[in-house]
T-cell receptor
Framework: QKEVEQDPGPLSVPEGAIVSLNCTYS??????FMWYRQYSRKGPELLMY????GNKEDGRFTAQVDKSSKYISLFIRDSQPSDSATYLC????????????FGKGTHLIIQP | SQTIHQWPATLVQPVGSPLSLECTVE??????LYWYRQAAGRGLQLLFY??????ISSEVPQNLSASRPQDRQFILSSKKLLLSDSGFYLC???????????????FGSGTQLSVL
């Protein structure tokens, strides 16, 4: 079983829809959870950073962490064509020496 | 504000040739520095990280090496490239910690390397 599972997509939705992106993980030691957005042939850009369980909102983006289910989500409200990108989840353990563990990314397409 | 510079953006090299990719960070001191490789369908793979000048930790055995000659400079090298070295190489930095742990990573724009 891989440490972090993420559906590669592509996920195609119409403009204005609510988008839900998800990752599951197996390592119960993970405490820090991040979402990165990556446009084609560019470096990933940090979108959301959360610690432990709960929700965090930033504009149109909401990150949710459910540690009991080992499941994290990123919601995008009022999706725009400019949101079309690959979204990578990442996570790490407290004091872990292995850096971040990334999902493989979900390719999202917002149709105008 | 902090910025990270990575070059070149695209590189085509023959098999067996050497490689040198450079990354520099501005606006911060003593950052942790990282080299990642991203291959299609395989996600981001951590290659090297550094918590200080001359301190390099290797995560994956390969024919690549890394060096940190200055506080904010990180170099990825190879003496002889293999076909399997093709990929998208990303440099990243994070605020200093003793190990490459849980800090937020800030990535450069990447280098697309094609080995032919």
């Amino acid at each position: 079983q891989k440490e972090v599972e993420q559906d590669p997509g592509p996920l195609s939705v119409p403009e204005g829809a609510i988008v839900s992106l998800n990752c599951t993980y197996s390592n119960s030691a993970f405490q820090y959870f991040m979402w990165y957005r990556q446009y084609s042939r560019k470096g990933p850009e940090l979108l959301m950073y959360t610690y432990s369980s709960g929700n965090k909102e930033d504009g149109r983006f909401t990150a949710q962490v459910d540690k009991s289910s080992k499941y994290i989500s990123l919601f995008i409200r009022d999706s725009q064509p400019s949101d079309s990108a690959t979204y990578l989840c990442a996570m790490s353990a407290v004091g872990g020496a292995d850096g971040l563990t990334f999902g493989k990314g979900t390719h999202l397409i917002i149709q105008p | 504000s902090q910025t990270i510079h990575q070059w070149p953006a695209t590189l085509v090299q023959p098999v067996g040739s050497p490689l040198s990719l450079e990354c520099t960070v501005e606006g911060t001191s003593n950052p942790n520095l990282y080299w990642y490789r991203q291959a299609a369908g395989r996600g981001l793979q951590l290659l090297f990280y550094s918590v200080g000048i001359g301190q390099i930790s290797s995560e994956v055995p390969q024919n690549l090496s890394a060096s940190r000659p200055q506080d904010r400079q990180f170099i990825l090298s190879s003496k002889k490239l293999l076909l399997s070295d093709s990929g998208f190489y990303l440099c990243a930095w994070s605020p200093w910690t003793a190990t490459a742990t849980n800090e937020k990573l800030f990535f450069g724009s990447g280098t697309q390397l094609s080995v032919l």
